[in-house]
């Protein structure tokens, strides 16, 4: 079955680098695939999806590349600010033709001032 | 404002006394889905909806049920909860086309004793 994998160490990084979070994906590759970003004891909230025939989407400081050969999507942020401290999830739709998602367990993130 | 509320947003119970737990959104979405999400586990999708009256079980549908009798609402229906269903519990709404942004509530705290 489709499992997704994110580094589940926490990523640390000083403000105004740039941070980059991975997902794996196993099996076959998904029509597209989501990243949220998730505060604690929030819901997550939706950043960018990028489709299966793209391989690069931008959103202001935020850069998400897809890779179908590598099965990997990479989640970038640019001139990172403390304010970027959360955890991030990437989804992807199960291909079943349905509306069924899954979701990694997420990359923690925390960026120093 | 647009939003996904839910209700309660923290409950402590016992074993085998049913619960709901209600969803509603404001936005006209097609779908709705409920996650339960546990540390190291991440969100994982427990039943989802397309439309009124149409609902499917997502990867861990069992001890939990659900209905979709009007577009807005979708109550999480647990009839014999028992300590392993101790969990965070997020609904999540979108529309069928486009991005498939969710749009997740603010969570439930469930604890079973």
């Known amino acids: 079955s489709q499992k997704i994998e994110q580094n589940s160490e926490a990523l640390n990084i000083q403000e105004g680098k740039t941070a980059t979070l991975t997902c794996n994906y196993t099996?076959?590759?998904?029509?597209?695939l989501q990243w949220y970003r998730q505060d604690p004891g929030r819901g997550p909230v939706f950043l960018l999806l990028?489709?299966?025939?793209?391989k690069e989407k931008r959103k202001e400081r935020l850069k998400v590349t897809f890779d179908t050969t590598l099965k990997q999507s990479l989640f970038h942020i640019t001139a990172s600010q403390p304010a970027d401290s959360a955890t991030y999830l990437c989804?992807?739709?199960?291909?079943?033709?349905?509306?069924?998602?899954?979701f990694g367990a997420g990359t923690r993130l925390f960026v120093k001032a | 404002e647009a939003q996904v509320t839910q209700n309660p947003r923290y409950l402590i119970t016992v074993t085998g006394k049913k619960l709901t737990v209600t969803c509603s959104q404001n936005?006209?979405?097609?779908?709705m889905s409920w996650y339960r999400q546990d540390p190291g586990l991440g969100l994982r999708q427990i039943y989802y909806?397309?439309?009124?009256?149409?609902?499917d079980k997502g990867d861990v549908p069992e001890g939990y049920k659900v209905s979709r009798k009007e577009k807005r609402n979708f109550p999480l229906i647990l009839e014999s909860p028992s300590p392993n269903q101790t969990s965070l519990y997020f609904c999540?709404?979108?529309?069928?086309?486009?991005?498939?942004?969710?749009?997740f509530g603010p969570g439930t705290r469930l604890t079973v004793l």
């Open positions: 990028i489709r299966e025939n793209e």
């Open positions: 989804a992807l739709d199960m291909g079943t033709g349905g509306f069924k998602t899954i």
């Open positions: 909806s397309m439309n009124v009256e149409v609902t």
């Open positions: 099996n076959y590759s998904p029509a597209y």
């Open positions: 936005m006209n979405h097609e779908y």
């Open positions: 999540a709404s979108s529309f069928l086309q486009g991005n498939n942004e969710q749009f």
